[in-house]
């Protein structure tokens, strides 16, 4: 059986004293992030333009910050992470090579993680001990208490450990889980046409076609953006960093994170319909469509049009694909990405290409069908020898 990685979040739960530690780890975390830049800068300096190493950046990191070894290397190894995708990026060389830079913006938090061998479990008692740094007490470095964080559920095959703050602290724990889903193997094929209103709308050989509606989202995304407007408009009228102008900022915080968990809430529901859907179907290859070139220059293409740059701007169909693949590859569904261009307006029956208004797509032909499973149908036919027009079975489907 092969093992995939799957992640648990959940809200810390522990004494005050080492809530009031952990509190402070993000801050010693963001210390190390900037000594990191600092080092580096120094090197580059002194060494014609050669950037630090690995080794030499956590030995000089090591006694800086009075973190625990394992948290420094963790941070260590983010930065230059970070360093390594900006040098891959220029050397692409696409249009914006010019503009990228190393990490170069000092933090005020920072994450802080814990990998196995900082962790220990008590799974009869529900407890995880996260190591602190050792103390100098009377010339000796002694141990400190682990601290203690309480949780009902404990994942087996923990590899890390991450300390976050979403509207209050949080662990994320990494864990590792052995893939016992059956592995479908068919001939069937779906696609998937990507909407702003119906989020999946899919067809696959056997003309089964089904509409996943995100009208829920939207809606989430219209009460968050007039919620902000309200307290943008209140702080405004308000002198920057006093204790009023300080409390909007946290409502705003309040506001952006609960409504983050209801739209994460409302795609994991929507990919769940369509993993049923696929394994309905014993569907074994969905193809999608590259959309980023739709959601970029949304100035030029929608100009005056403030309300269309919104919600392509606030559109999450980048979080819906990669639900979608966490779910589908755990049963072997592969997901293939392809161009998909005028699919939405190439009539499947004449092949002619129609500018379309409303919801529903018409040809001079005489063709009719739903717009978006036009654009099913048509990255179907593109991708395979199949000429569909229609669909046999349909099905609406919203989520709660």
Sequence with gaps: MTKIYKTLIIPVNCSKNNLN???????????????????????????????????????????????????????????????????????????????????????????????????????????????????????????????????????????????????KLCLVIKYKDENKFKQIKSNNIASIDLGEIHSITSIDNN??????????????????????????????????????????????????????????????KMTRLYLDYCLKNNISVVYYGDLDSATRRTKEKHKGDNIIRQKLSQWNYGQIILQLKNKLTRYGIKMIKIKEYYTSKKCPKCKTLNEVKGRNYQCKCGYKNHRDIVGAINILNNNTELNIERYNTFKYLQIA
């Excluded at 530690?21 to 090197?43: E, M, T």
């Excluded at 690995?54 to 090591?62: E, F, G, P, V």
């Excluded at 964080?149 to 991450?162: D, H, L, S, Y």
């Excluded at 009228?237 to 102008?245: D, E, L």
């Design 21 to 167: 530690y952990l509190f402070q780890c993000n801050k010693l975390s963001a210390q190390v992030w900037n000594l990191c830049i600092q080092l580096d800068k120094i090197y580059q300096e002194n060494n014609e333009n050669n950037f630090i190493r690995l080794s030499s950046l956590q030995k000089q990191a090591k006694h800086c910050v009075l973190l625990h070894a394992k948290g420094i290397h963790h941070i260590v190894h983010k930065y230059l992470f970070a360093r390594d995708s900006a040098f891959k990026s220029i050397k692409a060389k696409h249009k914006n090579s010019s503009k990228i830079k190393l990490p170069y913006k000092t933090k005020k938090y920072f994450v802080t993680g814990w990998d196995y061998q900082s962790i220990k479990i008590d799974y009869n008692k529900g407890i995880i001990f996260l190591s602190k740094p050792r103390i100098n007490i009377e010339g000796e470095n002694k141990f400190q208490k682990p601290v203690r964080c309480f949780a009902k559920t404990i994942p087996q095959n923990i590899v890390e450990i991450e300390l976050v703050y979403k509207d």
């Design 207 to 268: 003309q089964n076609a089904i509409i996943i509606t995100g009208r829920k989202i939207r809606s989430i995304k219209q009460l968050r953006n007039k919620n902000q407007a309200n307290i943008y408009k209140r702080m405004s009228k308000c002198t920057r960093n006093s204790k009023q102008y300080k409390k909007y900022k946290k409502a705003l915080n309040r506001l952006k994170h609960k409504t983050e968990r209801n739209i994460n809430n409302c795609i994991h």
